[in-house]
């Protein structure tokens, strides 16, 4: 009686398959929160969904066989094996476009960036010449036009991907690696899709920073110098934000589903709200919004 007890305990048919997937999903979820493996592994992932349905049909259709996991497993490696294949074929890595945008003599400049399914690394130029500049690696089937206009005394950049992504080998460290000026008083907004976004603004002249993350970890150096506003969205993934030594912060954070980490001596004003004691009469102060998705928030000095 009590063996037959035992073994009417132990999962099996759909409780064993749901068992194992929900245990797979939740450690690579904790891995990617504590930073033991980058996110932009969900960037080739993505391009397996249609195996996600033929294994779903075949875990029905095999419900009430004993052989179905090996079917199932056999099926899933298969498809991950056909996946590299394809990516590894001639011109599976797409296209690469040199980006070169002059200054247009205007004092304050507006950026707007929206990603695909990439690595985005942001950092100041230096230049005093080129507004943006830098390389973007393309996906097969993606495209990406620059426009510019002006707009009395703002010139606005677009750097939007465009067109329907056929497939091919996620860049991994390569991806959109681009440099902005120092010399305008500069407005980012940045709508990320799928993968990491790194931001060094600390050489940049800053008046507003806007960013709606996607999928993948979001780690931004702010600017030490100047007054200016920026609202993180945060949507699956860790948001790292780095103060550097003499900016004063306001700090509004919307905690999701993750843990949160701030710096030492902040001033609770009140539930979300925290301040750097110096902040109502500094000159050089950001007032910081993070809205937290998935993923840890940590904001460090």
Same mark, same amino acid.
């Given at each position: ?73 056999g099926v899933a490696v298969l498809g991950a094996v056909a996946l590299i294949g394809w990516n590894a074929r001639p011109g599976a ?9 002059? *200054? ?6 507006? #950026? =707007? $960036?929206?990603? +695909? %399914?990439?690595?985005? @690394? !942001?950092?100041? &130029? /230096? ?52 440099? *902005? ?6 407005? #980012? =907004? $940045?709508?990320? +899709? %799928?993968?990491?976004? @790194? !931001?060094?603004? &600390? /050489? ?52 999701? *589903? ?44």
């Amino acid at each position: 009686m009590t063996q037959n007890s035992n073994q009417s305990k132990i999962p099996r048919g759909d409780g064993l398959f749901w068992g194992v997937v929900l245990i797979a999903v939740g450690v690579f979820w904790l891995f990617g929160n504590f930073g033991w493996f980058s996110w932009d592994w969900l960037a080739t992932l993505w391009q397996l969904w249609p195996l996600i349905l033929i294994v779903l049909g075949l875990n029905y259709l095999l419900r009430d066989n004993p052989l179905r996991l090996p079917v199932i497993a056999g099926v899933a490696v298969l498809g991950a094996v056909a996946l590299i294949g394809w990516n590894a074929r001639p011109g599976a890595a797409g296209s690469e476009l040199k980006i070169s945008i002059p *200054l247009q003599g205007t004092p304050r400049a507006e #950026i =707007n $960036l929206r990603t +695909g %399914v990439t690595k985005l @690394e !942001l950092t100041s &130029s /230096g230049s005093a010449e080129l507004l943006v500049s830098g390389t973007a690696r393309l996906l097969p089937g993606e495209r990406l036009e620059p426009s510019t206009r002006t707009e009395g005394d703002l010139s606005v950049v677009n750097l939007r991907s465009e067109g329907n992504v056929s497939g091919g080998s996620f860049r991994g460290n390569r991806g959109w690696e681009l440099a *902005l000026s120092p010399v305008p008083l500069l407005s #980012i =907004n $940045l709508q990320s +899709g %799928v993968g990491e976004s @790194e !931001l060094n603004l &600390s /050489g940049l002249r800053l008046e507003r920073l806007q960013v709606q993350s996607g999928v993948g970890s979001l780690r931004l150096e702010l600017p030490a110098q100047g007054s200016y506003s920026a609202n993180l969205q945060g949507g699956v993934g860790q948001i790292r934000v780095d103060l550097p030594d003499g900016l004063e912060a306001r700090i509004q954070v919307s905690r999701g *589903l993750g843990g949160l980490e701030l710096p030492s001596g902040l001033t609770r004003i009140d539930d979300n709200t925290y301040q750097t004691p110096g902040y109502d009469t500094a000159p050089n102060r950001v007032d910081l919004r993070v809205s937290g998705g998935v993923g840890q928030v940590e904001i460090r000095r």
